[in-house]
């Protein structure tokens, strides 16, 4: 994967933002596009975080070695970003009782969407800070049993 950084380069220009404040905008810009253009793996793996350093870490370097000799970029945190948005989607696809991926889920419940109507927002809002929620949970996630297994 390749980025044409004079078209980026260009844009920050025809947006009018001042060179000071480009590095920390376009490090998430760029780590927001990235970490979704990486590809998932089809199946789970040990550790999301080294596979992702043993797959992309050097081609997401040269991306942004490539876009610093044109524009200032925090390049450690563009890094950092980019892992973590990947590693979210890596979780959301193999892991979705992972708690960062229940309280994500939960947050936009509670903001509500088109898909959500308004009594779930309004039911997690009320129960949603509750212990007796996440104990409730819990036992239900361990008594869950594939369909081949009831008893």
């Known amino acids: 994967m390749k980025l044409r950084t004079a078209s980026v380069a260009a ?3 025809s947006m009018g933002v001042p060179p000071e404040s480009r590095n920390g905008l376009l490090s998430i810009a760029v780590a927001r596009v990235l ?6 793996p089809a199946a789970p793996v040990e550790s999301p975080y080294a596979f992702f350093d043993s797959t992309y870490l050097t ?7 490539d876009l610093n000799e044109r524009v200032v970029i925090e390049f450690d945190q563009a890094v950092e970003i980019t892992r973590a948005v ?3 989607r890596y979780r959301l696809l193999h892991d979705p009782c992972n708690p960062a991926v ?4 939960d947050a936009l419940v509670k903001v509500g969407t ?16 509750d212990e007796a929620l ?3 949970c819990r036992v239900i996630t361990e008594n869950c049993l594939p369909t081949t297994q009831e008893g």
């Open 11 to 13: 844009e920050l220009d």
């Open 35 to 40: 970490g979704y253009k990486f590809s998932l």
């Open 114 to 129: 088109q898909d959500i109507p308004s009594v779930v927002s309004e039911a997690l809002i009320r129960y949603g800070q």
């Open 86 to 88: 990947w590693c979210f």
């Open 59 to 65: 081609q997401l370097e040269d991306i942004l070695s």
């Open 134 to 136: 996440e104990r409730l």
């Open 102 to 105: 229940r309280s994500f889920l």
